[in-house]
């Protein structure tokens, strides 16, 4: 017989969190560093049901932490704004600090807790050119692109803008978004061919000049009440188009966040709340199909 399998979740610790509604499972890794193998992902969420798992890691440079993102399907995600959140909060509670770094897959994020307890999360520059958010094919506007659902010559959606957040995110302008079955809708979409890294699906509809409301099929996740990305996404592409001014309140089914485009360096802002759920730890067993190590 082989070695049973030892990797970096096995007999870990975990706090679960959720930003909105979008369950969050934290990891502290920074003093056993090891990379997380998509199955072993897979399997952590079956044991605690998560939307992402945040890892922490030793930062290379002067951050807090570093942070690689699983999404419950084993994959990896690029970013996660109400995560962020989440892992700001630990830190925070941690070191008694206010104002935290850390190193993502998107680049360094910058976290702020408030006075009112909420935590904004700097989630940095949008990307709209077609081969950064990246697209398989050239598009000179993503403001609306060529696609569509639903029966040739008759779709039920179609022409969604194109932001990159961190993620790929398609953004379909519609009336009412709770008006469509976006969990068959979703996957379809997720993983059309012009996404090479697949994209997060989001229904968006626009009331006012300062409202934005949305639902969101999560790339590797599925339907969340809460995608932080998503709602930076959606606020960038309605001030594009000029439905809405550059800060807004984003409605989505687990709750609101305030998103403002800030015009002095183009950076995004997201500001919400965060909520401790439990601690737990993985148990071994649930990783000993994975083989040895």
């Known amino acids: 017989m082989g070695a049973p399998y030892i990797g970096a979740l096995a007999n870990r610790d975990f706090v679960k969190m959720n930003g909105l509604g979008n369950e969050i499972v934290i990891v502290d890794l920074r003093r056993a560093p090891k990379p997380i193998e ?30 690689r ?25 941690e070191t008694g600090r206010t104002d935290l770094n850390f190193e993502t897959p998107a680049g360094v994020i910058s976290c702020r807790r408030a006075a009112d307890g909420l935590f904004a999360v ?14 398989s094919r050239e598009f000179t506007d993503t403001r609306a692109i060529e696609l ?32 469509y079955d976006l969990a068959a809708i ?10 090479p890294e697949r994209a997060n699906i989001t229904l968006a509809a626009t009331p006012s000049r300062n ?6 099929w999560e790339r590797g996740a599925g339907l969340t009440k809460a995608c932080g990305s998503a709602a930076c996404a959606a606020a960038v592409a309605a001030a594009r188009l000029g439905r809405t001014d550059r800060r807004v309140t984003v409605s989505l089914p687990g709750g609101e966040l305030a998103v ?18 439990h601690k737990g730890r993985f148990d071994a067993a649930s990783f000993a199909d994975l083989g040895a190590a």
């Open 186 to 195: 979703g996957p379809a979409l997720e993983h059309d061919p012009l996404f």
């Open 260 to 277: 403002e485009w800030r015009e002095s360096d183009d950076h995004v802002l997201m500001t919400g709340p965060v909520a401790y759920e």
């Open 69 to 93: 993102i699983y999404n419950s399907d084993g994959s990896e995600a690029g970013a996660c704004g109400n995560g962020m959140r989440c892992v700001a909060a630990l830190l925070a509670d």
């Open 122 to 135: 700097d989630m940095g520059r949008p990307r709209w050119r077609w081969d950064e958010i990246p697209l």
């Open 148 to 179: 569509s659902y639903g029966p040739p010559g008759a779709p039920i959606l179609q022409s969604p803008s194109a932001v990159g957040m961190g993620n790929p995110h398609a953004v379909f302008w519609v009336d009412d978004p709770a008006a």
């Open 38 to 67: 998509a199955a072993a992902a897979r399997a952590a969420a079956r044991q605690e049901p998560y939307d992402q798992l945040m890892a922490l890691y030793p930062a290379r440079g002067s951050a807090d932490a570093a942070v």
């Open 211 to 216: 409202r934005v409301v949305i639902r969101t």
